[in-house]
Nanobody, 125 residues
Framework: QLQLVESGGGLVQPGGSLRLTCAASGFNFDYYAIGWFRQAPGKEREGVSSISYSGDSIDYADSVKGRFTISRDNAKNTVYLQMNSLKPEDTAVYYC??????????????????WGQGTQVTVSS
């Protein structure tokens, strides 16, 4: 059974850091692009970043560029989202999602077939 499980969320002060982990199982992870998304209360789901299945193509939303870093370890079936210089507006539930194929743009969430349950990130003093 295909499964994506996010972890690493929590409460952090503005300017702080968190590293989110997306652990995959039940499918051939090496052939799936992965995206990170977030949804704040009362707002639409927003794409944050995408990484190709080999890890050599990466893109970020302008709102997180220079602060967030996506990476993957195919040997561990895991994708990471390192989040630095966090701001209150980064507060949201963060989701990872998988799409079969080399690359899938985070700007089109409907292209992603499989989703995790999400992890809460709260940035507040």
């Amino acid at each position: 059974q295909l499964q994506l499980v996010e972890s690493g969320g929590g409460l952090v002060q503005p300017g702080g850091s968190l590293r989110l982990t997306c652990a995959a199982s039940g499918f051939n992870f090496d052939y799936y692009a992965i995206g990170w998304f977030r949804q704040a209360p009362g707002k639409e789901r927003e794409g944050v970043s995408s990484i190709s299945y080999s890890g050599d193509s990466i893109d970020y939303a302008d709102s997180v560029k220079g602060r967030f870093t996506i990476s993957r370890d195919n040997a561990k079936n895991t994708v990471y989202l390192q989040m630095n210089s966090l701001k209150p507006e980064d507060t949201a539930v963060y989701y990872c999602a998988a799409a079969q194929g080399y690359w899938t743009d985070y700007r089109v969430p409907s292209y992603y077939d499989h989703w995790g349950q999400g992890t809460q990130v709260t940035v507040s003093s």
